[in-house]
């Protein structure tokens, strides 16, 4: 089974609305931590958003916020007011708390519309 | 600054050659890893290593092989058993999240 699935290859936004990116995780292991990551055009992997399976509150930085629904297994990525630099793919991942490979899904491309 | 370094960021090879990609990291992570991206794709793991002087192959290890000799550098080598080497190759290192290098493009020319 797959660790980490994303079932959106493709999203558009208008500017200045919010989105949402879906990711369904799969993990027997109780603790664990769920990751998003933005990749532009050039390639680099940027780090966006961190959310720990016991962590009791969602996790938010600036715009970024993590929709994490344990017992649904998910964690959404939601943007809010979307800008056209956020063009790129968005990767959601998972670190299991006994390993030290991290998971990564096949990706979600956003497309922002002025 | 501190961060994941890797070079070079263009790479061409020739049919039967060995190349080596390099990664160093200022971060103090124990853990490292190499991951190959194609087209479109999502990011596939080569090889990671937890501690110097030990390493795990990843899905995809085969036409590859890494040395981890100091904590800060864990260099990847496509050897010529790799029979489809052109892809974005990016190093990552990691405490809690991972922190990626700004990847090398290998072409077989």
């Known amino acids: 089974a797959q660790k980490i699935t994303q079932t959106q290859p493709g999203m558009f936004v208008q500017e200045k609305e919010a989105v949402t990116l879906d990711c369904t995780y799969d993990?027997?292991?109780?603790?664990?931590?769920l990751f998003w990551y933005k990749q532009p055009s050039s390639g680099e992997m940027i780090f966006l958003i961190y959310?720990?399976?016991?962590?009791?509150q969602n996790a938010t930085e600036g715009r970024y916020s993590l929709n994490f629904q344990k017992a649904r297994k998910s964690a959404n990525l939601v943007i809010s007011a979307s800008q056209l630099g956020d063009s790129a793919m968005y990767f959601c991942?998972?670190?299991?708390?006994?390993?030290?490979?991290?998971?990564f899904g096949t990706g979600t491309s956003l497309t922002v519309i002025p | 600054d501190g961060g994941i370094t890797q070079s070079p960021k263009y790479l061409f090879r020739k049919e039967g050659q060995n190349v080596t990609l390099s990664c160093e990291q200022n971060?103090?992570?124990?853990?490292m890893y190499w991951y190959r991206q194609d087209p479109g794709q999502g990011l596939r793991l080569i090889y990671y290593s937890q501690i110097v002087n030990d390493f795990q192959k990843g899905d995809i290890a085969e036409g590859y092989s890494v040395s981890r000799e100091k904590k800060e550098s864990f260099p990847l080598t496509v050897t010529s058993a790799q029979k489809n080497p052109t892809a974005f190759y990016l190093c990552?290192?990691?405490?809690?999240?991972?922190?990626f290098g700004q990847g090398t493009r290998l072409t077989v020319v």
């Open positions: 971060l103090n992570h124990d853990a």
């Open positions: 990552a290192s990691a405490y809690t999240e991972a922190f």
């Open positions: 959310q720990g399976s016991y962590d009791q």
């Open positions: 991942a998972m670190r299991e708390g006994t390993g030290n490979q991290f998971y």
């Open positions: 993990t027997s292991d109780p603790s664990y931590g």
